[in-house]
């Protein structure tokens, strides 16, 4: 189909599909719909809603992913879409949203325009990407690709105590079939998924929409100082083991190291911190936090880690205080594979749309995919960068031109996919870390 002929995503309509989507939303600032909840199963099922008035197939696999299934004109292995439906604690309306959403108007536009493919098309809302509750991004991607076992699963806890395994349960998943049924990589050909780019290059540039080449890295942990909890007033200054004291000065040493020249693209945070027993006349004799590591380079991104958790142990035995580490999640960089990219560029360059190509410094849905077939990534700019705020913004024109070039690359992998069915759809080896080393 020449571009001429190709039909144009609708803003406005992508604007109010996005808006009633936010709207499923516990209260607060902001949007917030965890993962494995019945409000995230509730924003799937409208999905499904629209995209089974769209003309697909609708199913749910065993790790709670939603896939929509348009036909081709032949059966074969499919180009997939997609992105998340859940959020952070008070986050935006377009992380992970916009790029299903992306997928519901790509839908929307073939069944108005009566536009046949080769081969099917397959739309995804993936489960629990968001790592806000259990500490684990990508949860349902991570089943579909075989990289979650049933121990993991049982281990991952949420501020409540409750495991991801009892939360699958409690929706009405079994965590016991998700990790025994992951996707086929014959069912499928490529990925591409849509995402806003939660950083400032693109709005920099002035550039609506980017192509990435390479997904960082995490790595997360919870470290627990145990001190001495005591009375403020009749506790000397001298002597104290105050577990936040320890826990402020880790805090600042993971800052001082990852701004260290030796480790330029290194990201460290903390974003989660509780202190017990919470009292103001009382020395704080716990204090909790989490600790996200990112890098493009897996090495760097391990040791990393490595210096940081050495530094908070001498810090902690200079203050009298104990440390415990815990390992909530650990995944590689991934370059994604230089073919797909193209034709993602190369239909860009057809509809005469301006990219760049740019590093994702956040983990998606398509780094865990790219196990089960080749994937790309498309990037629509993000207002000032911000992202898991409420302020998040992209405006609507901007996705609008992110999704007819999603469209444009999902025809262009189809026609290629029933081109050359045995490359289309055989083993993917492409997944490897900067370094060279498999992931």
């Known amino acids: 189909m020449s571009p001429s002929a190709l039909p144009e995503a609708d803003p406005d309509r992508m604007w109010s599909t996005l808006r009633s989507m936010a709207a499923l939303s516990e209260g607060g600032p902001g949007v917030s719909r965890l993962a494995y909840t019945p409000l995230e199963r509730e924003a799937h099922a409208l999905f499904g809603t629209w995209m089974t008035a769209a003309g697909c197939e609708v199913r749910v696999d065993p790790a709670g992913n939603t896939i929509a299934t348009r036909p081709g004109r032949a059966d074969g292995p499919a180009v997939g879409t997609g992105s998340h439906l859940d ?167 993971a800052e001082r190291i990852a701004l260290d020249p030796r480790h330029r693209g290194t990201r460290a945070t903390v974003g989660r911190l509780a202190v017990e027993p919470g009292s103001i006349t009382t020395i704080p004799g716990h204090a909790a936090f989490s600790l996200d590591v ?81 994937t790309a990534m498309i990037f629509v700019a993000s207002r000032r960068g911000l992202s898991h705020v409420p302020e998040e913004w992209t405006d609507p024109a901007q996705l609008a031109v992110g999704t007819d070039l999603l469209l444009a690359s999902m025809l262009r992998l189809d026609a290629r996919a029933a081109r050359e069915p045995a490359r289309a759809a055989g083993p993917h080896t492409s997944d490897r870390e900067p370094n060279g080393a498999p992931v």
Not at 176 to 192: I, N, Y
Not at 322 to 337: I, K
């Open 294 to 374: 990112r890098d493009v380079d897996a090495d760097r991104q391990r040791r990393t880690v490595t210096e940081i958790v050495g530094r908070t142990r001498d810090v902690c035995r200079r203050r009298g205080t104990r440390l415990s580490v815990r390992l909530l999640a650990d995944t590689s960089a991934v370059v994604l594979p230089d073919w797909v990219r193209n034709e993602v560029t190369a239909s860009a360059g057809t509809l005469g749309i301006p990219y760049r190509v740019l590093t994702s410094g956040a983990s998606h849905d398509a780094q865990m995919i790219n196990r089960v077939t080749p």
């Open 87 to 253: 959020s952070v604690y008070h986050g935006g309306r377009f992380d992970g949203i916009a790029g299903t959403m992306a997928a519901v108007e790509v839908a929307r536009m073939l069944a108005e325009s009566g536009t046949e493919t080769e081969l099917p098309l397959r739309f995804v809302a993936f489960a629990g990407e968001e790592g806000a509750r259990f500490g684990q991004a990508c949860c349902g991607s991570k089943l579909a690709a075989r990289l979650s076992s049933r121990r993991e699963l049982d281990e991952r806890r949420d501020r409540d105590g409750i495991s991801l395994a009892e939360a699958m349960n409690s929706v009405g998943l079994d965590p016991d079939l998700a990790v025994a049924t992951p996707w086929r990589p014959e069912d499928w050909s490529a990925f591409v998924e849509l995402h806003v780019e939660q950083g400032s290059v693109l709005e920099t540039a002035k550039l609506d929409v980017g192509v990435v080449d390479l997904i960082s890295g995490s790595t997360r942990l919870e470290l627990v100082i145990t001190g001495q909890a005591s009375h403020s007033g009749g506790t000397p200054m001298r002597g104290r083991a105050d577990a936040l004291a320890a826990a402020a000065e880790a805090v600042l040493v």
